[in-house]
């Protein structure tokens, strides 16, 4: 359901319309613009014995409508009491403590949210897959603000957290859908020199001017740091993938030193492309993972995920509704019960991806059906 508030009274009328059993958890899917009455909703569930978790969001989705207040509240069944991972700038770490603890046999999907703003976000992933491997299908997304500034956006019980990750098993399986629809208009370059989510140099040059002579080129406007985000969030870099979509990196800003940062790390020596994208091949593609995630499920006993990018919001503008729609749309066309569509608005998406791979993306849609 979708509550328009975290206000006290609102939770607890909406609560007495809920059915919490054992095993079972409250996922709160919240929108940033409501942080300050978190520790507020944190004591309620407390005080009521009620295990409660989730994250922030630049903002929610419920069936074909998105919202920046308020948040969306779903029971799922967990196969253990959901983790918080503190510090994913050592995932080993709380990975190994983790899993020494908790068996996977019983779970086939892991709930996956991070720390959207961390610049670690790809080595927690790999340490993850290093130890679970593909016993798992994974969805989630990163947590955060649009406001760029990192602040604390992940929660259990016990409290709220950022540079962190949470993870929370699902007994169901899950059918993925995975599809950005931004195309190449130039490339390939190789990222000669980066750290972590900072690209630094470009085939051996300065990022930044290698990047600004090709977007000023397509735009025919100037691009300088203080308009750097306006533009470029229509011209990210994609990382090039043998018979697939590239994986796409969203460049956000540029740094005092002059590097591009982006959400998401980006290993030395990858090639890369300059991509570009339209309204009708994003919403398309938006269209193509919602068929693969229900194309064979023929009866839905649990509310679908959807996390789209914040990036495909700021892209699309009113046009957004339209992909929402089409999302929802796909989604009903083999549910009986029509339960609702739940979803977040990401800092990052995060997906198994190919043959099973764990990956993070930007400005991408994934999909993911649960079933028996």
């Known amino acids: ?27 709160i899917l919240v929108a940033d613009s409501e942080l300050e009455r978190v520790d507020e909703m944190l ?20 069936n074909n409508e998105s919202y920046d207040r308020g948040a969306v509240v779903s029971v799922v069944s967990l196969v253990h009491p959901p ?6 700038n050592e995932p080993e770490v709380g990975i190994t403590e983790l899993f020494s603890n908790v068996s996977t046999k019983e779970a086939q999907t892991a709930l996956l949210f991070v720390d959207g703003l961390t610049p670690h976000v790809a080595e927690f992933l790999k340490s993850l897959f290093n130890k679970v491997g593909r016993s798992l299908s994974y969805i989630g997304g990163g947590a955060g603000s649009l406001s760029l500034q990192q602040k604390p956006c992940l929660f ?3 409290g709220i957290y950022q540079d962190a990750a949470l993870i929370a098993l699902r007994k169901e399986k899950t059918q993925l859908g995975v599809a950005h629809g931004w195309q190449a208009i130039q490339g390939p370059y190789v990222a000669t020199r980066t750290e972590r989510n900072r690209i630094i140099e470009l085939n051996w040059e300065a990022a930044f001017p290698v990047y600004q002579q090709v977007i000023e080129q397509e735009t025919e406007r100037e691009i300088t740091r203080e308009n750097f985000f ?10 090039m993938k043998d018979a697939t979509e590239d994986v796409v990196r969203d460049p956000i800003k540029v740094n005092d030193e002059g590097d591009l940062v982006c959400v998401g790390e980006i290993p030395e020596n990858t090639v890369l492309e300059i991509l570009k994208g339209d309204p009708k091949s994003l919403i398309e593609a938006a269209k193509q993972a919602s068929i693969q995630a229900i194309s064979s499920i023929e009866n839905v006993k649990h509310s679908p ?33 029509q339960l609702p569509v739940i979803g977040a608005l990401t800092m990052g998406e995060i997906s198994s ?13 994934v999909v993911g059906v649960f079933h028996e």
Request: proline share 2%.
């Open 1 to 27: 359901m979708y509550v328009n508030s975290l206000e006290v009274q609102v939770l607890e009328s909406a609560l007495e319309n809920l059915t919490v059993n054992d095993g079972e958890y409250v996922l």
């Open 230 to 239: 306006e533009i470029a969030k229509a011209y990210p870099f994609g990382l």
């Open 353 to 365: 991806y190919g043959d099973g791979y764990l990956e993070f993306f930007n400005k991408t849609t």
């Open 83 to 88: 983790a918080i991972i503190k510090g994913i």
């Open 305 to 337: 995920l959807v996390i789209d990018c914040i990036s495909r919001v700021l892209f699309l503008g009113e046009d957004f509704k339209q992909e929402l729609g089409t999302i929802h749309e796909t989604l009903c066309s083999k549910r009986s019960n």
């Open 43 to 62: 004591m309620y569930f407390r005080e009521n014995s009620i295990e409660c978790f989730g994250g922030l969001f630049p903002a929610v989705i419920y």
């Open 156 to 158: 259990t019980n016990e």
